[in-house]
């Protein structure tokens, strides 16, 4: 059978279209759900700002829900076209503030974080989770992982004090059933302390699960939690 020109400029722009969905997708295997100890952010040579509604609670804040591959890697702003739209996420904005505050200066409402956030992570994600689906599942996933109070209940709080390593891993391990990657940041004066806790999750945002990959801790074998 033959084909005349136009058929074929058809073919080809079908096929190109589908392409073009196809890398939009960005398949990932499954999503890193971190969250950030405020004391530790501000406790660095570059300090911090609080956000102009004020200090934020002393709690774990949501640092980013991120799309990430078995070998290590992770795609990144995936669809071009995708921009954040506040008005979709009007009402989850006082939410926000309090879950996924920012402390980046100079002090501003958290807007130019949680777009970065959706434009670098979470466009990686639209094959299961449209823009709000995304905002939604971190919040809930936090309420999930209550990482203060799994750390308090067994005896490890935010007081300057020096904590094994292993014991906080164990007691977020306790209470929420999976292991935990930690991070640690160092203070002005050098010290290793708790920065960011990292938690699994399945590619539909529902689920955690064990860790096909932890990220490397580069923390000290006991380490400070820092008042905040």
């Known amino acids: 059978m033959e084909l005349n020109s136009c058929s074929i400029t058809i073919i080809n722009l079908f096929l190109l279209l589908n ?14 759900f971190v969250q950030q100890w405020p004391g530790s952010y501000c406790d660095t040579k570059q300090h911090c ?25 992770y795609p990144s702003n995936c669809d071009p076209d995708s921009r954040f739209d506040k008005s979709e996420i009007s009402d989850l904005i006082r939410t926000m503030e309090k879950e996924w505050p920012t402390l980046s200066c100079p002090s501003n409402d958290g807007i130019k974080f949680w777009t970065h956030e959706w434009i670098k992570h979470g466009t ?9 689906q995304y905002f939604e599942t ?8 209550n990482l203060l ?7 490890i709080k935010p007081n300057d004090e020096y904590y094994k390593l292993e014991e906080i891993r164990d007691a977020i391990n306790e209470a929420i059933g999976y292991t935990p990657g930690i991070e640690c940041n160092v203070d002005s004066l050098g010290n290793s302390q708790l920065y960011q806790v990292y938690l699994c999750v399945d590619t ?5 699960i064990e860790c096909p990959l932890l990220p490397r801790a580069r923390c000290g074998s006991r380490i400070q939690f820092p008042k905040f």
């Open 19 to 32: 392409f073009s969905v196809l890398c939009l997708s960005q398949d990932f295997d499954f999503f890193y």
């Open 49 to 73: 700002c609080y956000p102009k509604t004020g200090k934020t609670a002393a709690e774990f804040g949501i640092h980013g829900l991120w799309p990430n591959y078995n070998d290590g890697g």
């Open 124 to 132: 990686c994600s639209e094959s299961e989770l449209d823009q709000r």
């Open 138 to 145: 971190a919040i809930a996933l936090k309420r999930k992982a």
């Open 149 to 155: 109070h799994a750390l308090t209940n067994a005896g």
């Open 204 to 208: 539909s945002g529902s689920d955690f």
